[in-house]
């Protein structure tokens, strides 16, 4: 330590010993804030990526997914299913109709992958002329739309129903048509609210 020697008027002198510079104590202080600051960064990215791949919002519209969802029920999506993977057969989407920006979204049931052929007789689908039987009892369709006639879809395209299926502006109406895998915004897969229907969606 170094001394430093005063003057008293009248008086001896006296030494005071002066503390000498911690240099290391200074670097200790930056690298906790540095530490911090990484620390805080980290955790905003991670609920970032946790909302933007699990937790973006959507509302049904309308009574087309009854009994499955209802009228004004807020979902949730995942977007990250169709980011690693692609849409299967009975997935529950929300997807933009025709590629709007500015409406809302449509939320529906996949029926027919891209490639396949759909049609709609006697009340029940056939996907490449066999009959599709679905895990659940949905009503027996009385209007086939443009599925009375077979159905090519394309490389990109998916077939929507409402699984209110006598109550559902889907893709046997020209207003929805066949869904573009690039307009599908994710899968849905948890109802937030309201309260009294909240949890995981069932298939």
């Known amino acids: ?10 008086g001896p002198v006296m030494e005071f010993a002066q503390p000498a510079a911690v240099p290391g104590k200074k670097r200790s202080v930056i690298r906790n804030i540095f530490l911090w600051t990484f620390e805080i960064l980290v955790v905003i990215l991670f ?6 791949f699990f937790g973006q919002s959507r509302t049904n519209i309308g009574q087309s997914m009854d009994v499955t969802l209802s009228g004004g029920d807020t979902v949730l999506l995942d977007v990250l299913a169709y980011q690693l993977g692609s849409p299967e057969r009975g997935d529950v989407i929300a997807f ?3 590629g709007s920006t500015t409406g809302h979204s449509s939320i529906k049931r996949i029926i027919g992958l891209p490639g396949e052929t ?9 996907i490449d002329g066999v009959v599709y039987l679905e895990k659940k009892s ?7 739309g443009m599925a009375s006639e077979e159905i090519a879809l394309g490389d990109k395209e998916y077939f929507v129903l409402g699984d209110n299926r006598n109550n559902s502006e889907d893709s046997r109406f020209a207003d929805i048509g066949m869904v573009s895998s690039e307009y599908i915004e994710g899968k849905v897969w948890f109802v937030l609210s309201p309260a009294q229907h909240r949890g995981f969606l069932k298939d």
């Open 96 to 98: 933009k109709p025709n």
């Open 1 to 10: 330590m170094r001394k430093r020697k005063t003057k008293r008027q009248n």
């Open 47 to 52: 609920a970032y990526v946790l909302v933007y």
């Open 138 to 144: 949905y009503p027996v369709i009385t209007n086939p």
């Open 118 to 126: 759909i049609q709609i007789k006697d009340g029940m689908i056939y």
